[in-house]
């Protein structure tokens, strides 16, 4: 089950602690992307890139951060400055240009606050 | 500003039942909408895309510019079509997916 691998699976934050989520993905895709999905509010763009060294602010940006150093991985960071981080977190990517394709996902990571 | 939605959080249909699940769209340019779909324990995945025109597991979608909607019809529910759906639009200035609040549909034996 190759193509975009999220991890870990599950996360814990403790008050002021920054926390990292890691998307990797083998397929060779341009553009990544963070969504944050919470019960009865369906998915929310934090961040996406098109390019590598390159990312734009989605909906939701504030008191997360990203990098694309890599085109294989957009980490995805949850700072302190985030009040209410607990959720699932989805990453996903896509070939950028093409028109209408898909977006591919993984498999998520659950953040919670201890 | 580009918005989806999706008016049904919760619907319920009898196995053999049409389903109809709702999605209206606010673009101002040329979109592109899809239906995504996650099964119990599986990672969300593409059903359809309205270029296709195509029929996915019984499923079909119709983009109606008019009403600005892509509802997604089955005439007969399976048990397995139970599911959370999402209607999503693409937009053609960029890269951007925005997404629907999803309907969860089950589908009673």
């Known amino acids: 089950d190759g193509g975009i691998t999220q991890s870990p699976k599950y996360l814990f934050r403790k008050e002021g602690q920054n926390v990292t989520l890691s998307c990797e993905q083998n397929?060779?895709?341009?553009?990544m992307y963070w969504y944050r999905q919470d019960p009865g509010q369906g998915l929310r763009l934090i961040y996406y890139s098109q390019i590598v060294n390159d990312f734009q602010k989605g909906d939701i940006a504030e008191g997360y951060s990203v990098s694309r150093e890599k085109k294989e991985s957009f980490p995805l960071t949850v700072t302190s400055a985030q009040k209410n981080p607990t959720a699932f977190y989805l990453c996903?990517?896509?070939?950028?240009?093409?028109?209408?394709?898909?977006?591919?996902f993984g498999s998520g990571t659950q953040l919670s606050v201890l | 500003a580009q918005r989806v939605t999706q008016p049904e959080k919760l619907l319920s249909v009898f196995k053999g039942a049409p389903v109809e699940l709702k999605c209206n769209y606010s673009y101002s340019g040329s979109p592109e909408l899809f239906w995504y779909v996650q099964y119990s324990r599986q990672r969300l995945q593409l059903l359809l895309r309205?270029?296709s025109r195509e029929s996915i597991k019984g499923f079909t979608a119709d983009l109606n510019k008019g009403e600005t909607s892509f509802h997604l019809k089955k005439p007969f529910a399976q048990e397995e079509d139970s599911a959370m759906y999402y209607c999503?639009?693409?937009?053609?200035?960029?890269?951007?997916?925005?997404f629907g609040t999803g309907t969860s549909l089950t589908v009673i034996p």
């Open positions: 999503a639009l693409r937009s053609d200035t960029g890269n951007q997916f925005y």
């Open positions: 397929l060779n895709h341009d553009a």
């Open positions: 309205h270029i």
């Open positions: 996903a990517s896509s070939i950028f240009v093409r028109k209408n394709e898909k977006l591919f």
